[in-house]
């Protein structure tokens, strides 16, 4: 009977150290550290080309660890996004052209294929996926001759007649857009306390004004012009002032331009909204959270 006690106690005091072992190894920890990378634009002006005309992006990111498996973490992140139809080359003879500030905030959940937690020798590499969801805030400008032009100041072309639900929520006239990023990347760590990743991740918007591309072209009257030195540019169709024309005291032009595009010709492809992505790596220092037990004993 005794024997049987004591083999029970035995196994009972076997699991309670593991378990502890376990509390031990991998408390929560939260990491703290900047990223830096490039991002790049996908839609109505480069729909197939990843990484093309990409420029920098940066930020920080606060990542809460529950376990050696999940991990939670709030993300901000700087990016420019731009296209160019003469340099895409999709549709060349449009000469549109924009450049995207954005200033995104998201939140995701990673899941870490292999256990991994910063410091512990035996599990410091794994490669994981997110996603989660995003808020942005971005200004959308076009490059005339040199000068950067919101084109959140201008109706560059005709609205749809029947928006989606998202349009009416974050149309054209709004800078605030949602988007469900989502990807992959490898976490490693570096010391103790730093670790590194490196991740690509791409982020489904619901929003077709990225670009500032969507729709159809207006009537001749309503197309959205600017003059920038001196100098008549129309923003809706560029064909029809590629160098600029002139304008005279009045601020009028002194020709009439003519472009090749008229009203109702498809501008940009209203069937799909604008993507961006970023390809960048992280460094992040970690701080350990109390284990519930009154103070952290964590040997990492």
Same mark, same amino acid.
């Given at each position: =009977?005794?024997?049987?006690?004591?083999?029970?106690?035995?196994?009972?005091?076997?699991?309670?150290?593991?378990?502890?072992?376990?509390?031990?190894?991998?408390?929560?920890?939260?990491?703290?550290?900047?990223?830096?990378?490039?991002?790049?634009?996908?839609?109505?002006?480069?729909?197939?080309?990843?990484?093309?005309?990409? @420029?920098?992006?940066? +930020?920080?990111?606060?990542?809460?660890?529950?376990?050696?498996? !999940?991990?939670?973490?709030?993300?901000?992140?700087?990016?420019?996004?731009?296209?160019?139809?003469?340099?895409?080359? !999709?549709?060349?003879?449009?000469?549109?052209?924009?450049?995207?500030?954005?200033?995104?905030?998201?939140?995701?959940?990673?899941?870490?294929?292999?256990?991994?937690?910063?410091?512990?020798?035996?599990?410091?590499?794994?490669?994981?996926?997110?996603?989660?969801?995003?808020?942005?805030?971005? $200004?959308?400008?076009?490059?005339?001759?040199?000068?950067?032009?919101?084109?959140?100041?201008?109706?560059?072309?005709?609205?749809?007649?029947?928006?989606?639900?998202?349009?009416?929520?974050?149309?054209?006239?709004?800078?605030?857009?949602?988007?469900?990023?989502?990807? =992959? +990347?490898?976490?490693?760590?570096?010391?103790?306390? =730093?670790?590194?990743?490196?991740?690509?991740?791409?982020?489904? $918007?619901?929003? @077709?004004?990225? /670009?500032?591309? +969507? $729709?159809?072209?207006?009537?001749?009257?309503?197309?959205?012009?600017?003059?920038?030195?001196?100098?008549?540019?129309?923003?809706?169709?560029?064909?029809?002032?590629?160098?600029?024309?002139?304008?005279?005291?009045?601020?009028?032009?002194?020709?009439?331009?003519?472009?090749?595009? $008229?009203?109702?010709?498809?501008?940009?492809?209203?069937?799909?909204? /604008? !993507?961006?992505?970023?390809?960048?790596?992280?460094?992040?220092?970690?701080?350990?959270?109390? /284990?519930?037990?009154?103070?952290?004993?964590?040997?990492?």
């Amino acid at each position: =009977m005794w024997r049987k006690i004591r083999l029970l106690l035995i196994i009972s005091c076997l699991i309670a150290a593991v378990n502890a072992n376990a509390q031990f190894d991998d408390p929560k920890t939260i990491e703290v550290g900047p990223h830096v990378g490039v991002s790049y634009y996908m839609g109505d002006l480069n729909p197939t080309l990843p990484f093309a005309m990409a @420029d920098l992006q940066y +930020g920080g990111l606060v990542r809460f660890n529950y376990n050696n498996r !999940w991990t939670f973490r709030a993300d901000y992140a700087y990016a420019t996004v731009k296209a160019d139809d003469k340099v895409i080359k !999709w549709r060349p003879e449009r000469e549109l052209n924009f450049l995207s500030k954005i200033h995104d905030l998201s939140f995701v959940a990673e899941f870490n294929f292999w256990e991994y937690y910063t410091g512990n020798p035996k599990k410091n590499v794994s490669p994981y996926i997110f996603g989660g969801i995003s808020v942005f805030y971005y $200004t959308a400008y076009a490059n005339v001759s040199g000068t950067l032009v919101d084109l959140s100041d201008y109706k560059t072309e005709s609205l749809p007649t029947d928006p989606k639900w998202y349009d009416q929520a974050f149309g054209k006239t709004s800078p605030i857009g949602i988007s469900i990023p989502f990807g =992959m +990347g490898v976490k490693f760590a570096l010391s103790r306390h =730093m670790a590194g990743t490196v991740e690509w991740r791409m982020q489904k $918007t619901f929003t @077709d004004y990225l /670009d500032d591309v +969507g $729709t159809v072209y207006p009537a001749d009257d309503q197309h959205a012009t600017v003059i920038v030195d001196n100098m008549y540019y129309d923003l809706t169709d560029p064909t029809a002032t590629p160098s600029g024309i002139p304008v005279n005291a009045s601020g009028h032009p002194t020709s009439n331009p003519d472009g090749i595009y $008229t009203k109702d010709q498809q501008r940009g492809n209203s069937a799909f909204n /604008d !993507w961006f992505g970023m390809a960048r790596v992280s460094l992040t220092w970690k701080f350990n959270l109390p /284990d519930g037990r009154g103070c952290n004993l964590s040997k990492f």
